[in-house]
């Protein structure tokens, strides 16, 4: 019975330890979740696969595997050619590979990385070109090779020399059936978007699954959309709205002193309260978006001191002259309403 790939189509995220594979996934898959993928600078933190599906109301859609990622690959190469003797290894030889070395343990990346794909996954190959094209890497791509699975491959650029990135290309080129590029730090919905419509390209047979998830991933970003419009439109209405009054008695408003006291204690507390708005509605923000480990800070001190209804303030923020215009409207309401209330 297969272990990792079931109804959805499957596929399996693999390449050398640290190339990025779980970042790849985790920002693919918007996973901010240390406890369902880890993403570490320690090499070697996945030491098994793991399935992470994409799913709409409970509803495997595609399921990928994470995997430990290779971590012996010219070792493993030579030891497969020799179980399959003078000719090109094949599917048959990997599944005795696989079968063999679970039980061994000497190739026991290689051995669960390649898990999967004899179960037949479709291969996501992760490299990072800024790392010179080493033997060990087209150790990798040879053994993927024998697979005969359909297999794609993914520039994940961690940093920012591209030198060799066409050398890359040029190579990858050879063994797989497509290369794209997706940076894990980097990409956005278009790129995570366009990296799912790939999938069609190497994976004709699940194609209506494939589309359909994309459509519902369109969907639910049409939603969000409208909703964070929400969640900011209620922000702006209840911050314009929002007012700070204290009673001052006859005495003490001949008292400028006091009245200065007051209006610096209005202030604070209406900063206070905006932050307390913005934070919340960061919050809202960053839970549709699915951010768990992202936390936001507003500082409400940020706030002291500027004054909102001087041009200069808004000039220094990088707004141009209609732009200051069309935000004048609010501003000056917001500021003189905000301290200057005085019951009596
Ligand atoms: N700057 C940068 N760092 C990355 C990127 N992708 C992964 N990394 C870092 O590389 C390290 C290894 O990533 P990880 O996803 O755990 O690699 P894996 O072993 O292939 O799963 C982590 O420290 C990541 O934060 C990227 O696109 N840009
Ligand atoms: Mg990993």
Redesign the pocket.
């Known amino acids: 019975m297969n272990e990792w790939v079931t109804n959805a189509p499957t596929f399996a995220v693999v390449?050398k330890?640290?190339?990025?594979?779980?970042?790849?996934l985790s920002t693919l898959l918007e996973i901010d979740d240390d406890k369902l993928i880890?993403?570490?600078?320690t090499?070697g933190?996945?030491t098994r696969c793991y399935a992470l599906p994409l799913t709409f109301d409970d509803r495997e859609m595609i399921r990928f595997v994470?995997t430990p990622?290779f971590s012996r690959a010219m070792e493993a190469m030579r030891a497969i050619q020799d179980l399959h003797g003078p000719g090109t290894p094949d599917l048959k030889t990997i599944k005795q590979f696989v079968t063999e070395q679970l039980e061994k343990g000497e190739f026991e990346d290689e051995a669960r990385l390649l898990q999967p794909v004899i179960e037949g996954a479709g291969v996501l190959y992760?490299i990072d070109p800024s790392k010179p094209l080493r033997d060990a890497f087209v150790a990798e791509m040879e053994i993927l090779r024998w697979t005969g699975t359909p297999r794609m491959a993914l520039l994940?650029?961690?940093?920012a020399n591209t030198e060799r990135t066409e050398e890359w290309r040029k190579r990858l080129g050879s063994y797989f059936n497509l290369v794209r590029t997706f940076?894990?730090?980097?990409a956005r919905f278009d790129e995570r978007r366009s990296l799912l419509k790939s999938l069609l390209e190497i994976d004709e047979t699940n194609k209506s699954r494939i589309e359909e998830t994309i459509r519902l991933i369109d969907r639910e970003w049409e939603q969000r959309r409208e909703e964070s419009a929400e969640f900011i439109m209620d922000f702006l209405a209840k911050a314009l709205k929002h007012r700070e009054t204290e009673k001052i008695d006859e005495k003490e408003e001949e008292l400028e002193h006091r009245k200065e006291r007051v209006k610096e204690q209005l202030k604070k507390r209406y900063y206070s309260k905006i932050a307390t708005y913005e934070e919340k509605t960061y919050a809202k923000l960053l839970k549709l978006y699915r951010h768990k480990l992202l936390k936001v800070e507003v500082v409400e001190e940020k706030f002291h001191g500027v004054d909102l209804s001087s041009e200069e303030t808004w000039q220094k923020w990088g707004l141009s002259r209609s732009q200051l215009a069309i935000a004048g409207g609010p501003v000056s309401y917001t500021h003189l309403t905000l301290p200057t209330i005085y019951s009596v």
């Open positions: 390449g330890i640290n190339m990025g594979k779980s970042s790849v880890r993403v570490s600078p090499p933190e996945t994470d990622g992760v994940n650029e961690k940093a940076n894990a730090h980097r």
